[in-house]
């Protein structure tokens, strides 16, 4: 499917006009129906899956692993998947249509099926923390109109989008005005080791945190410019596994975790990092890929539970789409927050028009893309 952005997002990336996903609907003998969203792109760029590469690891390998069986915990899908390797944002869509579908069977909110896999003293805290994200924009006036904007929406993080050339200036001029706000900078593994010197002039500003400076797959060369910031490094790409992130805190490469359900599988590993950052008393947070309504209500609700810490990327519905996929939409509360939905599994309703028309939307702005 795709759907029209109210506003384009640029990053180190690139931009794209439209969201583009795949949505999974898992329909069980007892009539009830589970929803998942795989945010793949059309390119390669943060991840390397694709629309076309997810389409046919779905339809070909992930939803026949999954057609006929029983399933009475969510967290056994991982194992029903595992003879496809790799493709974490295509089998992050399939468990999470069966995380919705379980939760709904069991008389159970999804923020309520994952506080259940828990200790005690980890149920959802009924709302997220979220602050807002910012693309690159042509000026640092520009982006200072639109931090001005968010600010006046009642977000209470910023984060920024920076690249080579557009950072230490960027930085600098949004703290002549704002030396006050809570400032993070995203640059989605655009630098080298080799350009420590130039990111260290980021400390002066105070930021909360220096997202993924370094390469998508890298932690040791993370591990070299840590210790040589006082800013603390955010992990984000690097982290594919509960093991990455092990490994990342032990080699000393950041001091905060990004989690990405989507980039590490699922709910399941997204459970097993959550145990790891709350054991090293980590600062997590959950990030997004600009997701639906399904995706972005399965998201919130993990970012509900106790051990996620900072604000996460979970913006308000209208902050991407002027119509979504479900309803009601996600509003922004006083104090930088959205509730999290209290019906049962997501607790958003998918209308099936509305996922028929992103199709065809899909169809009409890519056939090129079409098999």
């Not at 939905?341 to 028309?357: C, K, N, Q, S």
């Amino acid at each position: 499917m795709a759907m029209p952005f109210v506003e384009n997002l640029r990053t180190s990336f690139g931009e794209e006009p439209f969201k583009t996903a795949i949505i999974a609907a898992l329909h069980t003998d007892e009539g009830f129906t589970g929803w998942g969203e795989c945010g793949a792109e059309i390119h390669p760029g943060y991840s390397y899956e694709t629309m076309g590469t997810s389409m046919h690891v779905l339809s070909e390998f992930l939803a026949p692993a999954l057609l006929g069986k029983r399933i009475s915990d969510a967290t056994d899908v991982p194992a029903l998947l595992s003879a496809t390797r790799g493709h974490p944002l295509a089998k992050h869509a399939v468990e999470s249509a069966v995380w919705d579908a379980l939760a709904q069977a069991n008389g159970q909110s999804l923020a309520q099926a994952f506080a259940a896999h828990l200790p005690a003293g980890h149920e959802s805290r009924g709302y997220a923390n979220v602050g807002v994200s910012i693309g690159i924009k042509p000026t640092v006036e520009e982006t200072l109109a639109v931090i001005t904007k968010r600010l006046g929406e009642g977000y209470g993080r910023i984060k920024l989008k920076i690249q080579p050339g557009w950072d230490v200036e960027l930085a600098r001029g949004v703290r002549k005005v704002y030396p006050d706000i809570l400032l993070m900078l995203d640059a989605n593994s655009a630098y080298t080791l080799a350009d420590a010197d130039h990111l260290k002039q980021l400390d002066e500003f105070n930021l909360l945190m220096l997202e993924q400076p370094l390469g998508h797959e890298d932690i040791y060369q993370h591990s070299k410019l840590q210790p040589q910031m006082t800013t603390r490094i955010c992990l984000d790409e690097s982290i594919l596994s509960a093991d990455d992130t092990r490994m990342a805190l032990e080699l000393g490469a950041c001091k905060i975790i990004n989690l990405k359900p989507a980039r590490v599988s699922g709910y399941t590993e997204s459970l097993e990092i959550y145990r790891v950052c709350v054991e090293h008393n980590t600062p997590l947070w959950v990030g997004g890929l600009m997701e639906t309504g399904p995706g972005r209500a399965a998201n919130l609700a993990f970012a509900s539970l106790p051990g996620v810490t900072l604000p996460c990327d979970i913006s308000a519905t209208s902050r991407y789409y002027a119509q979504d996929l479900s309803e009601p939409p996600f509003e922004l509360q006083p104090g930088s927050r959205i509730n999290v939905p209290t019906g049962l599994g997501i607790g958003v309703h998918v209308y099936e028009d509305r996922v028929r028309a992103a199709a065809a939307l899909w169809r009409e702005q890519y056939p090129y893309q079409q098999s």
